[in-house]
């Protein structure tokens, strides 16, 4: 089944602690990026990578960084999470030209609470 | 840069009503327009797209969306609802990036 996987769903952590999000998707696509999601705002990207290797901020960076080092695989990094990056958060993928087309798959997103 | 106005934060509607969502956009350039639906505690799904071609669009679900150009609007619409279209409703729209709109959110009452 094609799906993008995230774990974990759910996490609480503590102001500082690092943590890493997982994003892994089985459809071959190249183009991958994070979102948040935060009531009134919509989504929100965070940093987008067009293909191995490569990666670009997108409209809300701070406090996070990501690595592309295999196709499938992008995690998120909050190197030392503060509260107002509790929020929803969305991993997507799409083909090459899905980019700005717009014809994404998302994860079915990560909850985080940070205290 | 391009903006995207959901002008609906919250549609109530009673079952087998129609519903429409209206959404707005800005932008100096040629777009591509789109509507996604998230049904509680998953992710997005699109539901339709505009890239070019006919101004109404159909899509999944028995939704539609008409594309005015002159007005810089993509409304969606159903004419018949289900309760199982309780969810939150994105408008986006892309030129050279894709914008999310900031959501709204039916809720149909039997």
């Known amino acids: 089944e094609a799906q993008v996987t995230q774990n974990p769903r759910y996490l609480i952590t503590v102001t500082g602690k690092k943590l890493t999000v997982t994003c892994s998707q089985n459809?071959?696509?190249?183009?991958m990026s994070w979102y948040r999601q935060d009531p009134g705002l919509g989504l929100r990207q965070i940093y987008y990578?067009?293909?191995?290797?490569?990666?670009d901020k997108g409209d809300v960076p701070e406090g996070y960084k990501v690595s592309r080092k295999e196709k499938r695989n992008f995690p998120l990094i909050l190197e030392s999470p503060s509260p107002n990056q509790t929020s929803l958060y969305f991993c997507?993928?799409?083909?090459?030209?899905?980019?700005?087309?717009?014809?994404?798959?998302f994860g079915e997103g990560s909850r985080l609470t940070v205290l | 840069a391009q903006s995207v106005t959901q002008l609906d934060s919250q549609v109530p509607v009673f079952e087998e009503a129609p519903v429409e969502l209206r959404c707005n956009y800005s932008?100096?350039?040629?777009?591509?327009l789109f509507w996604y639906v998230q049904y509680p505690n998953q992710g997005l799904q699109l539901l339709l797209k505009?890239?070019?071609?006919?101004?109404l669009v159909k899509g999944i679900n028995g939704f539609e969306a008409e594309f005015n150009k002159s007005q810089t609007s993509f409304h969606l619409r159903k004419p018949s609802v289900h309760i199982s279209d309780t969810a939150e409703y994105f408008c986006a729209v892309s030129d050279y990036k894709l914008s999310f709109g900031a959501g709204t959110t039916v809720t149909v009452r039997a």
């Open positions: 997507a993928s799409s083909s090459p030209s899905g980019g700005n087309t717009g014809e994404l798959f």
């Open positions: 990578s067009m293909n191995v290797e490569v990666t």
């Open positions: 932008s100096s350039v040629s777009v591509y």
């Open positions: 505009y890239l070019s071609g006919s101004t």
């Open positions: 459809m071959n696509h190249e183009y």
